[in-house]
T-cell receptor
């Protein structure tokens, strides 16, 4: 089944404890992206990647890191999480090359205390 | 800067029509529309590119006025399944890569009642 998977789906952590949220897609998509969703603010793009080793900042990259070493994986790293990073996070992917439809993962609900 | 969506919320009865607007303060190259049902991930509806034609998807269509930097989503003869939050995403790049740097609006909550 073609899909975007994220792990973990739920995570409660403490301030300053490094964490990684994984994202993987099995559709051979070139493009991948991370978003955060907060009540009343909609979706905000954190980082995106056009292909392996090519990443770029979205609108809210502060406090986040990403890497794209393999085409299928695009992990989101929070080196020192803070409570303002408590949010619902979505990973998405797209074929790229002029195809813009993004397929979203199920979401990861992160709480930082 | 996030595009502005209006209205913020709308309630319809089955069979009624609705229009959701998306307005940006900067020049746009493309507008992307997504729908998100409660507790689920967003799902792609359509994209409108600068210079492109008005798009349609069954009873859901959209237009893009490049000069006014606005897009509108039209839902006709609404069904219960149309309920959800609609987001527009805008991209200002003129090259293909920049169409992936999206800024989304805050969403419009659409409720369709029997």
């Amino acid at each position: 089944e073609a899909q975007v998977t994220q792990n973990p789906r739920y995570l409660i952590t403490v301030t300053g404890k490094k964490l990684t949220v994984t994202c993987s897609q099995n559709m051979n998509h070139e493009y991948m992206s991370w978003y955060r969703q907060d009540p009343g603010l909609g979706l905000r793009q954190i980082y995106y990647s056009m292909n392996v080793e090519v990443t770029d900042k979205g609108d809210v990259p502060e406090g986040y890191k990403v890497s794209r070493k393999e085409k299928r994986n695009f992990p989101l790293i929070l080196e020192s999480p803070s409570p303002n990073q408590t949010s619902l996070y979505f990973c998405a992917s797209s074929f790229g090359q002029g195809s813009y439809e993004q397929y979203f993962g199920p979401g990861t609900r992160l709480t930082v205390t | 800067q996030q595009p502005v969506q209006s209205p913020q919320a709308v309630i319809l009865r089955e069979g009624e029509d609705a229009v959701i607007n998306c307005s940006s303060s900067k020049a746009l190259y493309s507008v992307h529309w997504y729908r998100q049902k409660h507790g689920e991930a967003p799902v792609f509806l359509m994209i409108l590119l600068k210079g492109g034609e008005q798009k349609g998807h069954e009873k859901i269509s959209a237009s893009f006025n490049e000069k006014k930097q606005q897009s509108s989503l039209y839902l006709t003869a609404s069904q219960l399944s149309y309920s959800g939050t609609y987001f527009c995403g805008t991209a200002g790049g003129v090259d293909g890569g920049s169409n992936y740097k999206l800024t989304f609006g805050k969403g419009t909550l659409l409720t369709v009642n029997p």
